[in-house]
């Protein structure tokens, strides 16, 4: 698929992307020749594929939702450069 320069310049300016002059004939080409590999894609027989299990068809393994903080304070604590009592002691950032 070819890509004219107007749609390069919209597409690079929609994504963000700072182009020269010079780079939009390339990106262009570039481009189409990614559009051109995706359409190769459709062209796939998968009728008897089965769905991949990201899909929604399984259910996933729940756990009770309940609020816990670990039990574990004196093993996250023994990691802190500074405590004072249980908790972290950071500089102060604010004015």
């Keep these: 698929m070819s890509l004219d320069a107007k ?5 690079a300016r929609l994504a963000r992307i700072g182009l020269k002059p010079e780079e939009v004939e390339t990106l262009g080409q570039d481009m189409g ?3 051109d590999w995706v359409e190769q894609l459709k062209e796939v ?7 991949m299990i990201g ?3 399984a259910t996933p393994r729940l756990r009770e939702d309940r609020v816990t903080d670990g039990n574990c304070r004196d093993k ?3 990691n802190a450069p500074e405590r004072e009592g249980p908790f972290f002691t ?4 604010v004015e």
């Design 7 to 11: 749609t390069v310049t919209r597409i």
């Design 33 to 35: 020749s990614i559009i």
């Design 45 to 51: 027989d998968v009728t008897d594929v089965s769905p």
């Design 55 to 57: 899909t929604g068809l």
């Design 76 to 78: 996250v604590l023994a």
């Design 90 to 93: 950071v500089p102060k950032v």
